[in-house]
């Protein structure tokens, strides 16, 4: 789900993630303007976290912990943490009006450990609290990966077309090779249950709209109700990450070259219909920029590869079959638009940290046009 960050980046946008451009020099401390605070931000209790951390993990702390929310989490909280020796990033749930099934951290967890060595970049993953007595909820502790997070289309532009293109076939490419991972093999044969995926996607966003639902939001009834409809078999299970798009990675650049350096917001992974990533993946491109700053706008930037190259080009790596894809793209569409409506319920409550999420009520309308427009041709 869209959430709060691994990385650091500059200047806050108008929906509270973070900008592109990192400030010279700054590296790893890019986004945060100055280091970590001793005062504790909102949702961390320090003192507590370092009596716990140096009981379940003695010797890693090496002094009174500092702590900065990352601005731009739209859902999970993530915070910058230093001793002022070691670097991490603590993600927990947010405040209030969590809803059932959603912000796991253990699932964020599991699948990041399984998944490092494999092809699929990851944070290192440190400590998991699957209680509450800490911090008020379940939390986990990874490493502090440096990168910069693209959602800015002027600023990820100014790399070139020819870079911003790469960007967009690694971004593929990277998807691909999520997919092609045998789940068993790295310790995730029982991670979901693929036999009926979609339906059950279906209905668990059908009831988390419900949970959040405080307005009238029109066609959005009539969206799942074609959805249902015509929901389409699913091909062989695979990995599935739930959220996987541009401003969900990290890069870095490594000999003159931009490279993935972590993958970031597993808390939706689970085994079930590839395609949901690709037609997130889509949906993300072709509505780059709209929806009060929810859909960044990066993928607008010249020679990010088009929407039907994205998918040619994941169709010949993996040799799944796209024909169904708009079905996939609509759904990802419903999906985003009760997310947004659940950032606009939490914020109506006074239960968001950050600047920009007066925003995220423009977006449910836009994104439920959008899924009733892409199936009119399917």
Known sequence: MPESRSDSTPESTPDGRSDSTPEPGSGPGSGLGSE????????????????????ALPGTVAGPLRARLIEGGRSNLSYRLTDGVNDWVLRRPPLGHVLATAHDMGREYRVMTALRGTGVPVPETVHLDPGTEVLGAPWYLMAFVPGVVHRDAEAFGALGEARVRAVGEALVDTL???????????????????????????????TQLEASRSRDLPGVDR??????????????????????????VLLQERAGRDVIGAVLDWEMSTLGDPLT????????????????????????????????????????????????????????????????????????QGRTLGAGFERAGTAAPVLIEHGLTTLKGH
């Open 36 to 55: 970590p605070r001793s005062e504790p931000p909102q949702g961390l209790d320090l003192e507590r976290l370092r009596a716990h951390l140096e009981r």
């Open 176 to 206: 691909a090779t999520l997919h092609r991972i045998d789940p068993a093999a790295v310790g995730l044969a029982g991670f979901g249950r693929p036999d009926g995926y979609l339906e059950r996607q279906l209905r668990r966003w059908s």
């Open 223 to 248: 969206l799942h109700e074609l959805l249902t409809a015509r929901r389409p078999a699913s091909p062989a299970p695979a990995l599935v990450h739930g959220d996987y798009r541009l401003d969900n």
């Open 277 to 348: 990533d690709v037609g997130l993946l889509v949906m993300y491109t072709e509505l780059a920029g709209v929806g009060g700053g929810l859909v960044p706008a990066a993928a607008t930037a010249p020679g990010f590869p088009r929407s039907a190259e994205l998918v040619d080009r994941y169709a010949r790596s993996t040799g799944r079959d796209a024909a169904e894809l708009d079905w996939y793209v609509a759904f990802a569409a419903y999906k985003l638009a009760v997310v947004a409506e659940g950032i606009h319920y939490r914020f109506r």
